[in-house]
């Protein structure tokens, strides 16, 4: 409880008023593979909660000796899917995403975006393709 409460709660998006943002770190940290989540996880509950498709549910060998709230249950889950959706199975960031362009402006004529030294523009005055540079 700790770890997120000091580590991951202070920060944008976990904190829509903050000004700082969460580092990857510190993600990895937390809902990383080998992170505090899922050492918890492993420790604790991996034999008592079962994960069918993306939602995680008490097993029924225990379902009768235990009762978590939905809300707990509903927070591993979501914790699960955002690791996996953010992060592959070697904790290196996986982000998938589709741009796609609408109508733009004529005082708006490209649209440029960088990440880690690779670029790609997109020029809606040419007739071109995308390239990452």
Request: hydrophobic fraction near 35%.
């Amino acid at each position: 409880y700790n770890p997120f409460v000091n580590d991951i709660a202070p920060y944008y998006p976990f904190n829509d008023e903050s000004v700082a943002d969460l580092s990857m770190d510190s993600f990895k940290t937390f809902f990383g593979r080998n992170g505090t989540l899922n050492s918890f996880y492993k420790k604790y509950l991996n034999n008592v909660l079962v994960k069918r498709k993306n939602n995680y549910s008490v097993n029924s060998q225990f379902a009768s000796k235990l009762n978590f709230s939905k809300e707990f249950l509903d927070f591993i889950t979501n914790a699960g899917n955002l690791s996996s959706l953010i992060l592959n199975g070697n904790d290196n960031i996986k982000v998938n995403f589709t741009i796609q362009s609408l109508d733009l402006s004529a005082d708006f004529s490209f649209i440029k975006l960088g990440y880690d030294n690779k670029n790609i523009q997109y020029d809606h005055t040419l007739n071109q393709t995308l390239q990452i540079v």
